[in-house]
Structure formats: structure tokens, C-alpha cells
């Protein structure tokens, strides 16, 4: 019985994020019992897993680390050619929608950030310096920047022009390859 309700809480608190990451993705200034309604529990549910907006919000900054940790794994960094490993993170990454709008707004930040990238990302980058696939004048913290930008501007995009995520996803990837080119 007790595996049943570790079970059952651990499934609560995770539509609970869920919920949050959807909700607050959309609006910032949503309140605590928005987020119950969208997880489909009530107030008092909620507040028994995160009594405070904060305590949310620090279990929401280990989510979307998680999810980023998970789908930079999904995209194999540390396999081939530096650029082609991008263009998968970068692909990977957009999948991640309502945790990059979260990000994109502030309402959570990268466990650990200071500033820099993370040893894989700098690895990826450094390979692809050396493989010819990217310029060597982009430094690793440059391109993280232009990553980030880049998705930015496509789900933004996707949602003011109503765009298809495919075409969009095509552009930011087409976006990115190019700025990373090398040039002769």
C-alpha cells in the first residue's frame, strides 16, 4: 500500500508541474489556484506539495534543468560532428516549448548558472571547432547565446504568426546552421 501512495503523490506532484510549467509558460502573473485548476486538484492539494510560490518555483527550476539534462541526452552531444550535434540539441530543445517560454521569462533559471556552458555543450562546440563543422572564431559561450536566441525567436514566432511548428522548427535549425558556419 505504501508503494501505491508514494506512487499516487509522486504522480499528483508531477501533473501539479506539469500544470504549472503549462500555466505559468502562458502567463507569469498566474495565480497558485490557477495552476491546481489546470492540474485538476484543489488549493489545499496544491499547497500540501508547495505551501509557498517559491517552493513551486525551486521545484520548477529542477524540472526544466531535468528536462533540458534529458533531452541533451536524447540528442547524443558527444556524438559526431559538432554541428550535426547542435542541430539535434536545437531540435530537442524546441520540443521543450512550455520549459523554454518558463526560461524565456524568467520565471525559472539553469540550476548552477553562471554565465557559462555547461562541460558537454562547451565539448560539442570545441568538437566541431576541430571537425571543421563549426566557425572557431564562436566561442562556446557565443554559440549557447545564439542557441538560445534562436529558439526565442521560433517559438515566438510560432505563436504571434501562428506558424506551423515543423516550418518553424525548419527556420531556427536553418537559423543556427548558418550563423555557424564557417566561412572562408
Do not use: K
Not at 572557431?136 to 501562428?162: C, H, K
Amino acid at each position: 500500500m505504501t508503494s501505491v501512495h508514494t506512487g499516487s503523490r509522486a504522480r499528483t506532484r508531477q501533473a501539479i508541474l506539469d500544470a504549472a510549467i503549462e500555466v505559468l509558460a502562458r502567463n507569469p502573473a498566474a495565480s497558485l489556484g490557477d495552476v491546481a485548476e489546470a492540474a485538476d486538484v484543489g488549493r489545499t492539494t496544491l499547497h500540501r506539495y508547495f505551501p509557498e510560490r517559491g517552493e513551486l518555483l525551486t521545484a520548477l527550476r529542477a524540472e526544466a534543468t531535468a528536462r533540458l539534462d534529458r533531452a541533451a541526452v536524447r540528442a547524443r552531444i558527444d556524438e559526431g560532428a559538432g554541428a550535426a550535434a547542435l542541430a539535434r540539441l536545437c531540435q530537442e530543445y524546441f520540443d521543450l516549448g512550455d520549459v523554454l517560454s518558463l526560461l524565456f521569462l524568467e520565471q525559472v533559471t539553469f540550476e548552477g548558472e553562471d554565465g557559462g556552458c555547461d562541460e558537454g555543450f562547451d565539448a560539442m562546440v570545441r568538437r566541431g571547432h576541430a571537425d571543421g563543422s563549426i566557425d572557431p572564431e564562436l566561442p562556446p559561450v557565443w554559440v549557447q547565446n545564439l542557441l538560445w536566441s534562436q529558439l526565442y525567436a521560433g517559438w515566438n514566432y510560432l505563436a504571434e504568426q501562428g506558424a506551423s511548428r515543423h516550418d518553424t522548427l525548419r527556420l531556427v535549425l536553418r537559423c543556427v546552421s548558418g550563423a555557424v558556419r564557417p566561412h572562408p
